[in-house]
Nanobody, 130 residues
Framework: EVQLQASGGGLVRPGGSLRLSCAAS????????IGWFRQAPGKEREVVSI????????YYAESVKGRFTSHRDYAKKMVYLQMSNLKPEDTAVYYC???????????????????????WGQGTQVTVSS
């Protein structure tokens, strides 16, 4: 079973940048969709970015498009979320998560619902404040 650990959060001023990392252990994640999600106090968990198991589709929520980029390093079993031009509304606990692709066709499907993801990292706090 693949386990995840997210890191890299912190306090940053508006307009600043952070890079979050998610390390996978206990197996490979070649057949997994990888998602970044976030949850702000009092709000539901929401999708930030998805990399499909096919690795050729990357989805970004409209609120972060153009500011965040995500990529997967198979050799290191790492996933990164580069965040730039951060805004106070980006303040949240950020999680990485995995969803195993059910079939070859499923590798191409973008799943944005947190409930569809099976394995979750522990979360890392990002605070954007002046």
């Amino acid at each position: 079973e693949v386990q995840l650990q997210a890191s890299g959060g912190g306090l940053v001023r508006p307009g600043g940048s952070l890079r979050l990392s998610c390390a996978a252990s206990g197996g490979t994640f070649d057949d997994y969709h990888i998602g970044w999600f976030r949850q702000a106090p009092g709000k539901e968990r929401e999708v930030v970015s998805i990399i499909t198991a096919s690795d050729d589709i990357t989805y970004y929520a409209e609120s972060v498009k153009g500011r965040f980029t995500s990529h997967r390093d198979y050799a290191k079993k790492m996933v990164y979320l580069q965040m730039s031009n951060l805004k106070p509304e980006d303040t949240a606990v950020y999680y990485c998560a995995l969803k195993k692709a059910a079939s070859v066709m499923d590798k191409l499907v973008v799943s944005t619902s947190p409930g569809e993801y099976d394995s979750w990292g522990q979360g890392t706090q990002v605070t954007v404040s002046s």
